[in-house]
């Protein structure tokens, strides 16, 4: 079965994948290596972890306007994450994801981090603003 | 959102897909912020897709389009530092290819009619904003100045909304552009001695994880606080938070003006700052237990004609000890000036080099095989940590005992 949830376009798309989950900012200039996509920052809860092909569930960036580039260099050589909900799109993400095409959403109409756990599989419909999670059985999952 | 008929023939891609990318993106930036119109700007400052270590090869490529596009700046265009120091690159390292790389969007830039100031204290070398007057300002550290110090009004752009900006002369009106947007939220109550520019740091450091996207309030800060700190104070407060003005009571323009708008009617959250967040920020803010130093990099903001005095005023007659790369970080044009009051002499003569127009945190510090990094800056501490490089954080005193002993004494 799935649910829909209903947020707001920030760049258009659809695509499908797992979740990556977290509560904490990130700050990609820094704390993401731009050459493999995994998230560096010491102390963050994602540390060590790839963003490559992963739905990224986030609720802001932080640190510097540099973030923009690191995203469009992650997107160019597909080892970023494939579509973006966050709670509040900010500038610096708006730029990024529309320079980037990464299918982004957010102002969902429920809590984000009540609803999606890591490893839930996530279909983003960046033009219409929905995100779909596809909830599987235990017989199948 | 009314649009001139010059931006509706950019957005028809008249200009080429480059400034086409730029204006779709302010018109989001415009939807998004339900913007009240457009605000004209007296200056813009860019970043980012400039430099080789962050815009990477990318970037260099866009600028250089836009260029050729026959795209020019409407209004004052200033820049911030680029990933070489473009003279002195060849002392520091830097491999020619990535050199010439990085010349192209310096050459793009002049070329589309910015000012190339190549720093990120540009108020330093001639762009003093006005009270009010409205900006689209990138670099975060100089968002927070401008906003705070001279209570300018520019929100926290990123390179693409910048761009726009230089290319219309406006931007869309909301956010800290309002004056209902820039009231103090949260109270800060120092009751701690502040002594050296890196207290500062540590500060900002510990606020700014508090603050979020709150505005802070400084309350009982010496009402004889240097630049040079408040620069400190501003640049880590926006690393560790998303924050893009403070206010210091007695101290910054706004404030002055209204104390009660500013300081108090707004205010929904206090803390205080004891020796004891002080200590939790100075220790927070050392992520290595290693004690030998191999670079020391100083000047993050780009320091003040008076922070290099005070380094040359250490370092006159001592010699650095071999193996030690030490960086001291300023723009090119306070450069020349301490050059002709001899100061500059005295700091290389002891072995550092007086960097420009780069820094630690945009300069492709890691790939140079650097380990263990020392620094009076939060702010680069949080930049070059995330590359890879252990750093210790102290006081600019202890930063340059260690280039003489290459240690770091706990």
């Known amino acids: 079965m799935t649910v829909l949830y209903q947020g707001r376009s920030i760049c258009s798309g659809l695509v499908e994948g797992e979740a990556l989950v977290t509560k904490q900012g990130i700050s990609f200039l820094g704390g993401v290596d731009p050459e493999t996509g995994v998230i560096t920052e010491v102390g963050h809860e994602l540390h060590g972890k790839k963003l490559s092909g992963k739905i990224l569930v986030l609720p802001a960036l932080k640190g510097s306007a540099g973030a923009m580039w690191i995203i469009i260099r992650l997107a160019a050589g597909m080892i970023g994450p494939k579509a973006i909900i966050v709670s509040k799109a900010d500038t610096i993400l708006i730029g990024a994801v529309i320079m980037a095409g990464i299918p982004t959403i957010d102002s969902l109409s429920v809590d984000p981090f009540q609803v999606f756990r890591a490893g839930d599989l996530l279909k983003v419909n960046g033009t219409q603003g929905t995100v779909e999670q596809i909830l599987l059985s235990e017989n199948t999952g | ?410």
Request: overall charge negative; aromatic content about 8%.
């Open chain 2, 1 to 410: 959102m009314q649009l001139t008929d010059y931006e509706k023939s950019i957005l028809a891609g008249d200009f080429g897909e480059e400034a086409k990318k730029i204006l779709e993106v302010m018109v989001k930036i415009y939807e998004i912020n339900d913007a009240n119109g457009f605000i004209d700007v007296n200056e813009v400052m860019l970043a980012s897709t400039q430099n080789m270590s962050i815009g990477g090869e990318m970037g260099m490529e866009f600028l250089t389009r836009l260029a050729n596009s026959g795209i020019r700046f409407k209004v004052k265009t200033i820049t911030d530092p680029v990933s070489i120091d473009l003279e002195g690159w060849n002392r520091l390292g830097i491999p020619e290819e990535y050199a010439q790389k990085q010349q192209k969007s310096v050459n793009a830039l002049i070329k589309l009619g910015a000012v190339p100031t190549w720093t990120c204290t540009p108020y330093l070398v001639g762009s003093i904003p006005r009270l009010g007057d409205h900006l689209a300002w990138v670099e975060t550290s100089c968002v927070i100045f401008a906003n705070s110090y001279f209570g300018a009004r520019t929100n926290r752009e990123m390179d693409i909304s910048a761009l726009a900006a230089a290319i219309t002369g406006r931007t869309p009106y909301y956010g800290l552009h309002l004056e209902e947007s820039r009231e103090g939220q949260l109270l800060v109550n120092l009751d701690a001695e502040l002594n050296t520019t890196s207290d500062y740091d540590a500060l900002g450091n510990y606020v700014g994880k508090v603050a979020g996207a709150k505005i802070p309030v400084f309350n009982n800060m010496k009402k004889n606080v240097s630049i040079q700190a408040i620069m400190q104070l501003g640049a880590a407060l926006a690393t560790t938070g998303a924050v893009t003005l403070f206010h210091i009571f007695d101290v910054t323009p706004e404030i002055v003006m209204d104390p009660y708008k500013y300081g108090k009617k707004s205010v929904n959250e206090e803390i205080t700052i004891s020796d004891k967040e002080m200590k939790v920020a100075y220790q927070g803010l050392n992520t290595t237990s290693r004690n030998d130093i191999d670079f020391v990099a100083l000047g993050c903001p780009h320091y003040t004609f008076d922070k290099i005095r005070e380094i040359a005023s250490f370092l006159e007659g001592k010699k650095i000890r071999e193996g030690i790369e030490v960086w001291i970080c300023t723009s090119k044009t306070v450069r020349d000036l301490v050059l002709r009051s001899g100061e500059i002499q005295v700091i290389e003569e002891a072995g550092a080099k007086v960097v420009v127009d780069t820094c630690m945190v945009l300069a492709p510090v890691k790939q140079m095989g650097f380990h263990v990094m020392a620094t009076d800056s939060a702010k680069a501490q949080f930049y070059v940590s995330g590359f890879g490089i252990g750093v210790r954080f102290g006081n600019t005193q202890k930063c340059l005992e260690a280039t003489l002993t290459g240690k770091w004494e706990e």
